[in-house]
């Protein structure tokens, strides 16, 4: 089955700079990749998502980049701010499109 | 984007009761759901997959008969936490995505927030 590994499980930044999250994933049929936001006690948000005919897609302050030969995809959220402190989640489709696989999850903190 | 609710928010119960919990598609007809479990600090865990009108496949390690699944119509899915006991407690969240067309995102619902005492 699908296997998605996600990195860092903390990150702790300066407001104003950048953050970057990376996921690696194993099944290489795989085509698309999104990312969520949750914050405490909340579902999860769609943030930005990518397919795997594009190399980069980008959001504002938000970016996803995409390696399908690494197998790998990474979340960018530059000028970070307070309201980015959350905990972030890769994942994966796994057999159909909407059956996703979440990756372990990243604790981001924005310090003042 | 597509409304999926779920409800309720928080439930308390106690040991050895059932608690059920429904998800429901308000705006579009979901032929599969999908059922998350997520403990404190961890990642969404998916359970089981939801199909409507037939029998709900699970994930490996959970127990159909502890987490009944119901799917009778193409709106609803309901999760029954059976004989609950504390370990049971945690936040159960459901997602289904809109059919057709090349959309593939996942709309979840609120999440349940289930304590067993």
């Known amino acids: 089955g699908e296997n998605v590994e996600q990195h860092p499980s903390t990150l702790s930044v300066q407001e104003g700079d950048s953050a970057v999250i990376k996921c690696t994933y194993s099944d290489s049929a795989s085509n698309y990749f999104p990312w969520y936001k949750q914050e405490l006690g909340k579902r999860p948000q769609l943030i930005i998502d990518?397919?795997?005919?594009?190399g980069e897609k980008k959001d504002q302050r938000i970016a996803v980049t995409l390696n399908k030969t690494a197998k790998h995809f990474s979340l960018h959220i530059t000028e970070t701010q307070p309201e980015d402190s959350a905990v972030y989640f890769c994942?994966?489709?796994?057999?159909?499109?909407?059956?996703?696989?979440f990756g372990s999850g990243t604790r981001l903190s924005i310090r003042p | 984007g597509a409304v999926v609710s779920q409800h309720p928010s928080r439930v308390i119960c106690k040991s050895g009761t059932s608690v059920k919990i429904e998800c429901r598609s308000l705006?579009?007809?979901?032929?599969?759901m999908f059922w998350y479990r997520q403990f404190p600090k961890q990642s969404l865990m998916l359970m089981a997959t939801?199909?409507?009108?037939?029998?709900?496949?699970?994930e490996q390690g959970v127990e159909k008969d502890k987490f009944l699944i119901n799917h009778a119509s193409l709106t609803l899915s309901t999760l029954t936490v059976t004989s609950a006991h504390p370990e049971d407690s945690s936040f159960y969240i459901c997602s289904a995505s809109t059919p057709g067309g090349s959309s593939t995102e996942a709309f979840f619902g609120q999440g349940t927030r289930l304590t067993v005492v």
């Open positions: 939801s199909n409507e009108g037939s029998k709900a496949t699970y």
């Open positions: 990518i397919r795997s005919n594009v």
């Open positions: 994942a994966v489709p796994r057999s159909s499109a909407s059956k996703i696989i």
């Open positions: 705006d579009f007809q979901a032929t599969t």
